[in-house]
């Protein structure tokens, strides 16, 4: 087992139900790579998902026997969906605001990276332009 799925197997045992977004939170790792790491411990068959996108450990018990969880009842479940949804909605708005400001860290750069060009291609012009008889012969003779 690598350390990177130590880390989520520790993050899993750490609550009674997770979802992925949580997961996330806690181990730091990108949403992809947490999600590629349970299917790699539910292959394991050290986890499972369950109904909503929750995450448990199978068989996890805090005092260290095996246990099977009871199946949630079913007035349980739509909050679960509900709770689940809106911790997804919270990722995504998350993820917008980042999106956005790398968007706009973007066109500020470019925009500066634009004026740069345009002044030194200003800069390019003026100097190629032939200078004045009277313009060169001050520039020898006048002391600055």
């Given at each position: 087992?690598?350390?990177?799925?130590?880390?989520?197997?520790?993050?899993?045992?750490?609550?009674?139900?997770t979802t992925?977004?949580?997961?996330?939170?806690?181990?730091?790792?990108?949403?992809?790579?947490?999600?590629?790491?349970?299917?790699?411990?539910?292959?394991?068959?050290?986890?499972?998902k369950e109904?909503?996108?929750?995450?448990?450990?199978?068989?996890y018990n805090?005092?260290?026997?095996?246990?099977?969880?009871?199946?949630?009842?079913?007035?349980?479940?739509?909050?679960?969906?509900?709770?689940?949804?809106?911790?997804?909605?919270?990722?995504?708005?998350?993820?917008?605001?980042?999106?956005?400001?790398?968007?706009?860290?973007?066109?500020?750069?470019?925009?500066?990276?634009?004026?740069?060009?345009?002044?030194?291609?200003?800069?390019?012009?003026?100097?190629?332009?032939?200078?004045?008889?009277?313009?060169?012969?001050?520039?020898?003779?006048?002391?600055?």
């Amino acid at each position: 087992m690598t350390d990177a799925q130590k880390s989520v197997l520790e993050a899993l045992k750490s609550r009674d139900t997770t979802t992925l977004a949580e997961l996330v939170e806690i181990t730091g790792k990108s949403k992809s790579n947490v999600s590629n790491l349970l299917n790699k411990l539910i292959q394991m068959n050290l986890a499972t998902k369950e109904a909503y996108g929750i995450y448990k450990i199978k068989d996890y018990n805090p005092q260290g026997s095996l246990h099977m969880d009871p199946p949630c009842e079913p007035d349980n479940e739509p909050r679960e969906l509900i709770e689940h949804l809106q911790q997804e909605m919270e990722y995504m708005k998350s993820r917008v605001e980042f999106l956005e400001k790398a968007l706009d860290q973007s066109q500020q750069l470019q925009a500066f990276s634009q004026k740069t060009i345009e002044s030194q291609r200003l800069q390019l012009e003026e100097s190629q332009r032939p200078k004045p008889l009277m313009a060169r012969l001050k520039a020898v003779f006048v002391a600055e």
